[in-house]
């Protein structure tokens, strides 16, 4: 079992960048990924990652955020540069047993409250 806590999230504008972070309460090394759910919409991958040669973004948002993790800290951060009202959603951290980041919602077991980032024009 894992505990999940996120924090950073916001209102900003369009432009803006924004660092979202993830504590992971685990003694035991996880995948951790982020998801976000927009009003109406499913829930989607965003990024995960189990080392720096084992990580995977969104094809919508690579190039403007990246996804880092300090095993020290069992922290996992997602840096958002160059937001866009189109980002707008509850950002979920997440948490799998297997190393892969996969981005199926299902494959995730582990789940954080979420935060909310709003970004307005």
């Known amino acids: 079992q894992v505990q999940l806590v996120e924090s950073g999230g916001g209102l900003v504008q369009a432009g803006d960048s924004l660092r979202l972070s993830c504590e992971a309460r685990?003694?035991?090394?996880?995948?951790m990924g982020w998801f976000r759910q927009a009003p109406g919409k499913e829930r989607e991958f965003v990024a995960g990652i189990w080392s720096e040669s084992s990580m995977r973004i969104a094809g919508s948002v690579k190039g403007r955020f990246t996804i880092s993790r300090d095993n020290a800290k069992n922290m996992v951060y997602l840096q958002m540069n160059s937001l866009k009202p189109e980002d707008t959603a509850v950002y979920y951290c997440?948490?799998?047993?297997?190393?892969?980041?996969?981005?199926?919602?299902?494959?995730?077991?582990?789940w954080g409250q979420g935060t909310q980032v709003t970004v307005s024009t």
């Open positions: 685990t003694a035991r090394s996880y995948a």
């Open positions: 997440a948490a799998r047993e297997n190393p892969i980041p996969v981005t199926q919602v299902a494959r995730w077991q582990y």
